[in-house]
């Protein structure tokens, strides 16, 4: 089992930047990625940003060279720079757990609100 709490977001204008950190605890050993989701109301999660163990990342077109994700061991950050009204959304950490060889659990934070105006 894993418990991810967000952290950050909020509000900034079109240009500023904000953070958003998520820590998990539980079995954070067998973590295997960690990443950011972010949804819109009548619009399906889209994933923004995504880490594994060995360091590889993996970022939707529309926030790159925009947003920085990295991690430790049972935290993930997302640095969001020159941000756009686009990318206002109810921001997700989500977390990978390794159950077997080849099954992976999905966990997931609560949502932390990020609005940004023009």
């Known amino acids: 089992q894993v418990r991810l709490v967000e952290s950050g977001g909020g509000l900034a204008r079109t240009g500023e930047s904000l953070k958003l950190s998520c820590v998990a605890s539980g079995t954070v050993s067998r973590l295997y990625a960690m990443g950011w989701y972010r949804q819109t109301p009548g619009k399906r999660r889209e994933q923004v940003a995504s880490?594994?163990?060995?360091?590889r990342t993996n970022y939707h077109d529309s926030v790159k060279g925009r947003f920085t994700i990295s991690r430790t061991q049972n935290t993930v950050t997302l640095q969001m720079n020159s941000l756009q009204p686009e990318d206002t959304a109810l921001y997700y950490c989500?977390?990978?757990?390794?159950?077997?060889?080849?099954?992976?659990?999905?966990?997931w934070g609560q949502g932390t609100q990020v609005t940004v105006s023009a």
């Open positions: 989500n977390a990978l757990l390794q159950t077997s060889q080849r099954d992976f659990d999905d966990y």
């Open positions: 880490i594994n163990t060995t360091g």
